[in-house]
């Protein structure tokens, strides 16, 4: 498979960067953020779902980068910054707007309730696949809410 590159401008784009990135996994270490810059990146081990079969007995993992643009602030909820070897799991990215203007939040929801909140100026958001794949057999599975 060719390697993925997709860009969000709009929160219906961002859904669909959200799905390709939905169970990747990154360590602590691996999030920056550049008050200078005004950029958010982060590199993930992302979950291929686009190529997931539920008959195949093995799936693939890319290593990949998300980066975010036009970022005012950052904070993070349930996440101990000082640990950066932590792994985490990413559920998803959701978009709050500030009123009717393009400003507004973005949440990287992460697994047990913790989160990373990026204040945008508008949603400008990249997603590229960085290298090759590799194999897994674990095809992560989530419970019926």
Known sequence: MDSLKLMALDAEDLGIVSAHVQDAVFKVGDA??????????????????????????????????IAFKRVKAARSIGINLQDREAVLSLLALNFEPNGEGPDGSIALVLAGGAEIVLDVECIEAQLADLGGAWETTLKPRHSAA
């Open 32 to 65: 920056s953020f550049s008050t200078r810059s005004g950029q958010f990146v982060v590199s993930v081990n992302r979950f291929v779902w686009e190529t997931a079969d539920d008959k195949a007995k093995s799936f693939e993992r890319r290593r990949s980068a």
